[in-house]
T-cell receptor, first 112, second 115 residues
Framework: QKEVEQNSGPLSVPEGAIASLNCTYS??????FFWYRQYSGKSPELIMS????GDKEDGRFTAQLNKASQYVSLLIRDSQPSDSATYLC????????????FGAGTRLFVKA | GAVVSQHPSRVICKSGTSVKIECRSL??????MFWYRQFPKQSLMLMAT?????????EQGVEKDKFLINHASLTLSTLTVTSAHPEDSSFYIC???????????FGEGSWLTVV
């Protein structure tokens, strides 16, 4: 079992719809959770961080964390073609200490 | 947010030569930096963890004598690809751990092409 799992996609949604990206992790004691966006040929950029159970909203983005289910998700409201990218889930602070574990990423395609 | 700068953004070198890539944390001190490699359409692969003032920790399968890492100050880590070969051509990305919440911030990445 991979430490951080994501569906590779591609996930295709129409413009204006809600895109839902999911991530599960195996290390129950993980403390910090992150979502990064990576455009093709570019390095990842941080979108959201979340540390406690529940929802965290920032603009069109909402991160959701459920530690009991070991599940973190990212919702993108009013999806735009410019949101088309690969989204990486990252987890930190588990039994590996400060090591950040990245998922393989989910490719999102927003159709105009 | 914290800024990490990487240089050069693109480099072409001849097979057999060495190439150095620099990674700087611009507005914070980074005791730990990370080096990744990413081939087209593939996921990030952690190569090594760079610790200021000590030897880097390499991931399994990464040759430490080929990928030399130096982290001589709290704001600078360098990756030197020695005796480069065409199969080393890839996108190399550095990152640094910020102060708050162990957040990882990435540099812009460096495209290496070995001809």
């Amino acid at each position: 079992q991979k430490e951080v799992e994501q569906n590779s996609g591609p996930l295709s949604v129409p413009e204006g719809a809600i895109a839902s990206l999911n991530c599960t992790y195996s290390d129950r004691v993980s403390q910090s959770f992150f979502w990064y966006r990576q455009y093709s040929g570019k390095s990842p950029e941080l979108i959201m961080s979340i540390y406690s159970n529940g929802d965290k909203e920032d603009g069109r983005f909402t991160a959701q964390l459920n530690k009991a289910s070991q599940y973190v998700s990212l919702l993108i409201r009013d999806s735009q073609p410019s949101d088309s990218a690969t989204y990486l889930c990252a987890v930190n602070g588990g039994t590996g200490g400060f090591k950040t574990i990245f998922g393989a990423g989910t490719r999102l395609f927003v159709k105009a | 947010g914290a800024v990490v700068s990487q240089h050069p953004s693109r480099v072409i070198c001849k097979s057999g030569t060495s190439v150095k890539i620099e990674c700087r944390s611009l507005d914070f001190q980074a005791t730990t930096m990370f080096w990744y490699r990413q081939f087209p359409k593939q996921s990030l692969m952690l190569m090594a963890t760079s610790n200021e003032g000590s030897k880097a920790t390499y991931e399994q399968g990464v040759e430490k004598d080929k990928f030399l890492i130096n982290h001589a100050s709290l704001t600078l880590s360098t990756l030197t690809v020695t005796s480069a070969h065409p199969e080393d051509s890839s996108f190399y990305i550095c990152s640094a751990r910020g102060v708050v919440g162990n957040t990882i911030y990435f540099g812009e990445g460096s495209w290496l092409t070995v001809v």
